[in-house]
């Protein structure tokens, strides 16, 4: 296993549709546990194939619920079915989310409070689970990633300019650069 590099926001695969895995082979089985690996040094909740610079559908999560329980595993070529937005305004505290490609950064954005997730595991068996509150935020963001979507990109004005600004003050938004958790300390 090893800790792989992060795609930072403007390298080509965090903003292109990946590919369906089409087979759970030993070269997919060690990505995913790349992956885990990756995720839990960086440290985040959540991780897609493309932010390891792999463009297929495919992302691994781990977070624990408010009740203590714990919520790890891989989701492989997911679907997720959301709930409405809700319409009241944002909250600056509970809503903010970041993203280990656009490190250091974090805003608030509006996400589905519910969602019904379906996905492939190692084992090739399909799961589902309903999710709500924060994981249900971890799947989206997640989700999104796979068709080349980052949480900057769905920002509401001014959050989505005041984004950009400071992605170009970092020198991000151009191909070819990544971090490394545990290398590079970029968060914050
Ligand atoms: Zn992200």
């Not at 937005?85 to 656009?102: F, Q, R």
């Not at 997640?142 to 970092?170: N, Q, T």
Request: glycine letters at 10%; charged letters at 25%; hydrophobic letters at 40%.
């Amino acid at each position: 296993m090893a800790v792989r590099p992060i795609t930072i926001t403007g390298e080509p695969v965090l903003h292109a549709r990946a590919a369906e895995v089409e087979v759970v082979d030993d070269d997919l089985r060690t990505l995913v546990a790349d992956m885990f690996e990756t995720m839990d040094a960086a440290p985040g909740v959540g991780l897609a194939g493309p932010q390891v610079g792999v463009g297929l559908r495919l992302f691994v999560y781990s977070w624990v619920d408010d009740d203590g329980e714990p919520w790890r595993g891989v989701a492989i070529n997911p679907t997720v079915w959301q709930s409405p937005l809700g319409i009241e305004p944002l909250d600056d505290d509970e809503e903010s989310e970041g993203c280990l490609s656009i490190p250091g950064e974090r805003f608030p954005l509006r996400r589905a409070e519910s969602v019904l997730l379906r996905a492939t595991d190692l084992e090739g068996d399909e799961y589902e689970i309903e999710a709500h509150g924060w994981l249900a935020r971890i799947f989206q963001h997640e989700y999104d990633h796979l068709d080349g979507v980052l949480y900057a990109d769905r920002l509401e004005h001014p959050l989505h300019k005041a984004a950009a600004k400071s992605v170009k003050k970092s020198g991000w938004g151009v191909p070819g650069q990544t971090w490394l958790p545990g290398v590079d300390h970029l968060d914050d």
